[in-house]
């Protein structure tokens, strides 16, 4: 199934799945090597975007806990002199 072109590379001719008589094997193989093909285009498109994907997950993550860490780090500098006590009786303690 292989032709010789110039320069004495070898190179499988084109097959014609109607007009060539194929064994079974044959078809097998060639049916392997074309999901094996797939498999391969499909990792490779699918690479790039999971590259992009891992630093936008990376960076939105580092945004909400920079986020968190600031929340917390303000909270603790809070005082709440403002806010007044409720006693055990559900009353303020203070004010009318």
Do not use: H
């Amino acid at each position: 199934m292989a032709d010789a072109r110039t320069g004495g590379e070898r190179v499988m001719r084109k097959v014609d799945m109607e007009q060539d008589v194929l064994t079974n094997e044959e078809r097998t193989m060639m049916d392997r090597m074309n999901a094996l093909q797939a498999a391969r285009a499909m990792e490779r498109s699918r690479a790039r975007w999971f590259r992009r994907n891992i630093f936008l997950g990376l960076t939105l993550g580092g945004v909400v806990l920079g986020t968190y860490g600031f929340t917390m780090y303000r909270v603790r500098q809070e005082t709440f002199d403002d806010v007044e006590p409720i006693s055990k009786d559900g009353q303020s303690s203070g004010g009318s």
